[in-house]
């Protein structure tokens, strides 16, 4: 990438970060749209899950070869591409009518963004090759991309006060496509011609192995935590999750160098950002289904009231980038782990009704423990790597992330949907005729319609009873998971990175990417040294931490 000027730098970043804001809005805006949902489409408790996973699923399944595939081929026509197939999409989706024809739309959407979100943080990398100020923009980048994921539900709900929920798919075309234009006007080309090509077998193994997963915890409330089926698709996730690291060690180019993970700057970090975003998309799929079934407020005050985790995620992103000059990556990044465990754990033993400024108190401890904890560690991750490979790195973060956000809908929730029904068939509902108790139990929707048709209070304190066990059990299995990770966390992270002057933090050197003529008045750097291999890297990186 040749040299920039500040102020094109700024226009890049912003760019960029426009680009990631749109696709990590997605992620969370549908949330709040889940009850209209429900009561519109007859959707069940699984097929919301469904709704917010094929998403995340589809993007965590393919962004690791989407980011490969940007690498070798250019991040800008990536980013382009990816861009105008996510305004594309979102615009079938606000036309669907059936939850099934939502999820395939969803599925789409998401393979969209797998082709985004990692081209945008290789983009910052080669556009900020000093490690400074590179950790400064992606402190930017994790507070933009954060507050996306945190701002979904208020944006969601001020679009479902004053239209449908097709809205909240139609809002996301306008975002896409002016990020689009300003990546066609300033946005420079980049590449790294040897990249790996596409790893086709690694690309199948790994998608199989999540979706077999995310699919088998989904169902599991059905067909039983213990049947056959559940058992048989734990099993094949094993299978196939060991076919995709014999695949990878056997290939000349792999999709990822499995290598990179003896690394505790890259595998540690990696795994604090799966915990971080397993909590945050586990914690938003069930608490805009508390304050509307629950709590009865409408869509915009839900959105309203969930706006504390977003401003905490940009001040402890922000914030946390600065912290780890002064105390190291392990102390910020675990205790962030802590904070969310806490703050899981506080939301466990609070009351059904427990007053909204204790809520906010939780919400704050949420939002500080996520931005602690996913800035710095994404900053680890990409000092691992040189610029070439940026686009591999990036997607391996984004990949957690979306993997982590994944497997908390998916496991938070089906922890919900069991206790739920268990909890619900142990009530007065087991007296109402067989179609009505399991489609009770099914939907929480539909249990708050029965209640309210028939008009007894004792069906009604039913559900609260059984939503809010349920709820309770599933704050406190992310609460252990985020403090076994901060346990985690703090015996693997480095401490700190020492800092060289105009060096990036791994093996100085490395400018493997080629540079097109889209910079208008810049000239191309000098032809250096190939960049060297990743395990090299790895290697090198390992003997600098503290």
Not at 192 to 203: F, I, M, T, V
Not at 206 to 211: F, H, K, L, T, V
């Given at each position: 990438?040749?040299?920039?000027?500040?102020?094109?730098?700024?226009?890049?970043?912003?760019?960029?970060?426009?680009?990631?804001?749109?696709?990590?809005?997605?992620?969370?805006?549908v949330?709040?749209?889940?009850?209209?949902?429900?009561?519109?489409?007859?959707?069940?408790?699984?097929d919301l899950?469904?709704?917010?996973?094929?998403?995340?699923?589809?993007?965590?399944?393919?962004?690791?070869?989407?980011?490969?595939?940007?690498?070798?081929?250019g991040?800008?026509?990536?980013?382009?591409?990816?861009?105008?197939?996510f305004?594309?999409?979102?615009?079938?989706?606000?036309?669907?009518?059936?939850?099934?024809?939502?999820?395939?739309v969803?599925?789409?959407?998401?393979?969209?963004?797998?082709?985004?979100?990692?081209?945008?943080?290789?983009?910052?990398?080669?556009?900020?090759?000093?490690?400074?100020?590179?950790?400064?923009?992606?402190?930017?980048?994790?507070?933009?991309?954060?507050?996306?994921?945190?701002?979904?539900?208020?944006?969601?709900?001020?679009?479902?006060?004053?239209?449908?929920?097709?809205?909240?798919f139609?809002?996301?075309?306008?975002?896409?496509?002016?990020?689009?234009?300003?990546?066609?006007?300033?946005v420079?080309?980049?590449s790294?011609?040897?990249?790996?090509?596409?790893?086709?077998?690694?690309?199948a193994?790994?998608?199989?192995?999540?979706?077999?997963l995310?699919?088998?915890?989904?169902?599991?409330?059905?067909?039983?935590?213990?049947?056959?089926a559940?058992?048989?698709?734990?099993?094949?996730?094993?299978?196939?999750?060991?076919?995709?690291?014999?695949?990878?060690?056997?290939?000349?180019?792999?999709?990822?160098?499995?290598?990179?993970?003896?690394?505790?700057?890259?595998?540690a970090?990696?795994?604090?950002?799966?915990?971080?975003?397993?909590?945050?998309?586990?914690?938003?799929?069930?608490?805009?289904?508390?304050?509307?079934?629950?709590?009865?407020?409408?869509?915009?005050?839900?959105?309203?009231?969930?706006?504390?985790?977003?401003?905490?995620?940009?001040?402890?992103?922000?914030?946390?980038?600065?912290?780890?000059?002064?105390l190291?990556?392990r102390?910020?990044?675990?205790?962030?782990?802590?904070?969310?465990?806490?703050?899981?754990?506080?939301?466990?033993?609070?009351?059904?009704?427990?007053?909204?400024?204790?809520i906010v108190?939780?919400?704050?401890?949420?939002?500080?423990?996520?931005g602690?904890?996913?800035?710095?560690?994404?900053?680890?991750?990409?000092?691992?790597?040189?610029?070439?490979?940026?686009?591999?790195g990036?997607?391996?973060?984004?990949?957690?992330?979306?993997?982590?956000?994944?497997?908390?809908v998916?496991?938070?929730?089906?922890?919900?949907?069991?206790?739920?029904?268990?909890?619900?068939?142990?009530?007065?509902?087991?007296?109402?005729?067989?179609?009505?108790?399991?489609?009770?139990?099914?939907?929480v929707?539909?249990?708050?319609?029965?209640?309210?048709?028939?008009?007894?209070?004792?069906?009604?304190?039913?559900?609260q009873?059984?939503?809010?066990?349920?709820?309770?059990?599933?704050?406190?299995?992310?609460?252990?998971?985020?403090?076994?990770?901060?346990?985690?966390?703090?015996?693997?992270?480095?401490?700190?990175?020492?800092?060289?002057?105009?060096?990036?933090?791994?093996?100085?050197?490395?400018h493997?990417?080629?540079?097109?003529?889209?910079?208008?008045?810049?000239?191309?750097?000098?032809?250096?040294?190939?960049?060297?291999?990743?395990?090299?890297?790895?290697?090198?990186?390992?003997?600098?931490?503290?």
């Open positions: 990438m040749p040299a920039l000027t500040p102020r094109r730098r700024l226009l890049v970043l912003a760019t960029v970060c426009l680009a990631a804001f749109a696709i990590n809005l997605d992620t969370t805006i949330n709040v749209a889940l009850p209209d949902l429900s009561r519109q489409l007859d959707a069940t408790t699984r899950q469904w709704v917010v996973d094929g998403y995340n699923l589809a993007f965590a399944a393919l962004v690791l070869s989407a980011g490969s595939l940007g690498d070798r081929f991040r800008r026509p990536a980013l382009l591409l990816g861009l105008a197939g305004a594309a999409t979102s615009t079938v989706g606000s036309a669907v009518g059936s939850p099934g024809a939502l999820v395939a969803r599925f789409a959407m998401g393979a969209c963004a797998a082709l985004i979100f990692p081209t945008t943080l290789s983009i910052i990398t080669n556009t900020f090759p000093d490690r400074r100020s590179r950790a400064k923009a992606v402190g930017v980048w994790g507070a933009v991309t954060g507050l996306g994921v945190a701002v979904g539900p208020v944006v969601g709900g001020v679009l479902l006060a004053h239209f449908g929920w097709p809205s909240v139609l809002a996301l075309v306008p975002v896409a496509l002016l990020a689009l234009v300003a990546t066609w006007l300033w420079p080309e980049s790294n011609p040897g990249s790996a090509r596409l790893d086709l077998p690694g690309l193994a790994s998608s199989a192995a999540i979706g077999v995310v699919y088998t915890i989904i169902e599991a409330p059905e067909r039983g935590w213990g049947a056959p559940t058992l048989a698709g734990f099993a094949a996730t094993a299978v196939l999750t060991a076919a995709f690291v014999r695949i990878e060690r056997g290939r000349a180019h792999p999709m990822i160098d499995l290598s990179l993970f003896r690394t505790p700057a890259f595998s970090a990696s795994g604090s950002v799966t915990l971080a975003f397993f909590a945050l998309f586990g914690f938003i799929f069930l608490v805009t289904q508390y304050f509307q079934f629950i709590r009865g407020y409408g869509t915009l005050s839900t959105g309203v009231r969930i706006l504390p985790v977003a401003l905490t995620i940009a001040v402890g992103s922000l914030g946390g980038v600065a912290l780890v000059a002064r190291g990556t102390a910020v990044v675990t205790t962030g782990l802590v904070l969310l465990g806490v703050s899981f754990a506080w939301i466990a033993a609070s009351p059904a009704f427990v007053s909204y400024e204790r108190g939780q919400m704050v401890l949420i939002g500080l423990g996520l602690l904890t996913t800035a710095p560690a994404t900053e680890s991750i990409l000092s691992v790597l040189p610029p070439a490979k940026a686009g591999v990036s997607a391996v973060n984004d990949a957690t992330r979306e993997a982590g956000g994944t497997l908390g998916a496991v938070l929730g089906s922890v919900f949907t069991s206790l739920y029904a268990s909890r619900l068939a142990d009530t007065a509902f087991s007296g109402l005729p067989s179609r009505t108790a399991t489609a009770a139990e099914d939907s929707a539909s249990a708050l319609g029965t209640a309210s048709g028939l008009g007894r209070a004792d069906l009604l304190t039913a559900v009873t059984s939503f809010m066990d349920a709820f309770h059990l599933a704050c406190l299995v992310a609460a252990a998971i985020c403090l076994v990770g901060a346990v985690g966390a703090g015996l693997a992270l480095p401490g700190r990175f020492p800092l060289r002057p105009g060096g990036h933090g791994t093996a100085e050197g490395d493997g990417d080629r540079t097109g003529p889209t910079d208008r008045g810049a000239t191309a750097p000098a032809r250096t040294a190939p960049a060297a291999p990743p395990h090299r890297t790895a290697v090198r990186a390992r003997g600098r931490t503290a």
